[in-house]
């Protein structure tokens, strides 16, 4: 497999790890010492960090559905950069109401004994639609 389909298949690991609830699966996206910026929603340092962080908001979710695309995929040696679009349908318990939103993607990811991880991402949010 190369690289650019290991780094991609990173990506949707992280989503299909939230929307499956799954946390050990979200969890193995990030390098122990990662850096998460995704602006006024948060910051995290550390894979812990930010796998606590989603659990707990996406606890109280019913459905979601995080979509990644536009994978523009960089490789140099054991470092790679990364810019992923993603469409989020967020719902509430209820599965009726709660929010889309569409953002992207800037991360940067090492080549670890475990595989690709990523090192730093940086959120920016694009929209923010309410659903009802």
Partial sequence: MSDQQEIADVLVRYAS???RRDWARF??????????????????HGADEVTA????VHAPC???????????????GDEATARSYSDALVLRADNVTGNE?????DDELVRTADG?????RRLTIVRVVAVR
């Fill in 62 to 76: 019913g459905h979601t559905m995080h979509r990644i695309t536009n994978m523009d995929i960089s490789v140099s």
């Fill in 17 to 19: 790890g939230i929307d």
């Fill in 116 to 120: 690709w991880k990523i090192a730093n």
């Fill in 53 to 56: 962080w989603a659990e707990e």
């Fill in 101 to 105: 939103v569409d953002a992207w993607y």
């Fill in 27 to 44: 969890r193995s996206c990030w390098t122990e010492d990662c850096d998460v910026d995704y602006g006024a929603v948060g910051q995290w």
